[in-house]
């Protein structure tokens, strides 16, 4: 049986590796490490299909020391030991590559079995995640090695890929393709920047179509059907829905309704309604705030209806409170100043709550001094009077600003005619 087609297409060369030019191209500084025959411990991330296996296979095969292979879905203590021990035999007297996919899936203790022979530089790791390895691989090891981001690769840069497997196969078969037009652009558009996945695509029209006279037909709505709805990456748990979600609030934040709605239909076409409905709320207070305080009211009432509603009809309201969150003024006057509050009690000392402010209702608050002196600011001409509430230790602090919006200066101005007994 046929290995898969992207196996039978895996490059051989850092030269016939298909995108990741921002890393591999000549004179970047991978390559050059790479090009000297040097090999310090790599960690590469990106999502599946874009190379780093293929990458991590060539640099090891070329390191000229013994190569181990493990796969963290599958490796166990045991396995890490053997590694180990093989640097007691004649062939790991030089040192060992393990190349370790899948780092991720590793526990701490298995990691840290590792830490001890990669610090000394008796094994040299190259190892590969689809998890951002900042929050996935044990520190020590992170210190000790350097992270390389791979990217989704460019369509063009696919098509180039797909347009040699199309080769291969009519190669094999002796039978020829006929395409109808735009079918390899839509495998290399739809396929998220994954070369496996597009090259499986391919594979799938291959073998899928009907053969003609030693041609094999394959229609632009075929391609659509195989190809349906693979571009959208999307990974609850992983670094891709927070990508999602923080790139959706920052397009509110921006006032770019349309690149918030792009965000906001990702997240609905993989099934998740709760995330979105939470940052939508979130921004109507963090981002728009004062400068137009019922956003959040109106926020709530869609959110309400969409998780009443539930999807697919869950997208009209939460369409609705993107379009008004991006349109509305912005303010962040209100995080910006709980944000300094929470830093004075990491930073600074607090101090005691004063004596006038503490509860003066139960029996022996006045023995203790409290709620003596208290004002009430309602009984004073439009209901405010000088007194002091924050602690002595933060007595001049000044946390809120207010914006320069025309709520906030309205509030202003009333503020400062109460003050100034106007």
């Excluded at 030269?15 to 990741?20: A, E, K, N, S, Y």
């Excluded at 004596?355 to 004073?380: E, M, S, T, V």
Aim: one cysteine or more; a neutral charge; charged letters at 25%.
């Amino acid at each position: 049986m046929a290995s898969p087609l992207a196996n039978r297409l895996r490059p051989e060369t850092l030269d016939d590796v298909v995108g990741q030019a921002h890393i591999l191209g000549r004179g970047t500084p991978l390559r050059k490490m790479i090009d000297s025959g040097h090999l310090p411990n790599l960690i590469f991330y990106g999502p599946s299909g874009v190379g780093k296996t293929t990458v991590a296979r060539i640099i090891a095969r070329n390191a000229g020391k013994k190569l181990h292979r493990l796969n963290g879905t599958t490796a166990s203590t045991a396995d890490i030991r053997a590694v180990v021990q093989d640097l007691g035999s004649i062939d790991g007297m030089g040192g060992v590559v393990l190349y370790l996919d899948e780092i991720q899936y590793l526990n701490k203790k298995q990691q840290q079995t590792l830490l001890e022979f990669i610090e000394d530089g008796s094994i040299t790791l190259i190892a590969s995640t689809t998890e951002n390895p900042y929050f996935y691989v044990y520190n020590a090891i992170l210190s000790r090695s350097t992270v390389f981001e791979f990217r989704p690769v460019e369509p063009e840069e696919i098509g180039r890929a797909v347009a040699r497997a199309l080769s291969i196969l009519e190669s094999e078969s002796g039978q020829a393709a006929r395409m109808e037009q735009g079918v390899l652009e839509v495998i290399s558009r739809t396929c998220g920047g994954d070369v496996r996945k597009a090259l499986g695509a391919l594979e799938f029209l291959w073998f899928s179509a009907e053969v003609q006279e030693s041609e094999r037909a394959i229609s632009r709505e075929a391609a659509r059907q195989v190809a349906q709805r693979s571009n959208m990456r999307y990974d609850r748990d992983g670094d891709e829905h927070y990508d999602i979600l923080s790139a959706f609030q920052k397009s509110i934040r921006g006032s770019d309704e349309n690149a918030a709605l792009h965000y906001l239909a990702r997240l609905l076409a993989a099934g998740d309604l709760l995330s979105p409905c939470r940052r939508l709320l979130v921004t109507a207070s963090e981002d728009i705030g004062l400068a137009y305080p019922q956003a959040i009211s109106i926020v709530k009432a869609c959110v309400d209806a969409a998780v009443q509603l539930g999807l697919p009809e869950a997208q009209m309201p939460l369409a609705q409170a993107v379009v008004l969150l991006c349109t509305a003024p912005k303010s962040n006057s209100a995080s910006a100043a709980i944000a300094a509050a929470a830093g004075d009690l990491q930073s600074r000392e607090i101090g005691e709550i004063p004596r006038h402010l503490k509860d003066g209702h139960y029996a022996g608050a006045n023995k203790l001094g409290n709620a003596i002196g208290y004002q009430f600011a309602h009984d004073h001409p439009n209901h405010y009077v000088e007194q002091q509430y924050l602690p002595d230790a933060l007595k001049n602090r000044v946390y809120y600003q207010f914006g320069d919006n025309r709520n906030e200066q309205a509030a202003r101005v009333c503020r400062e005619k109460i003050k100034g007994g106007g």
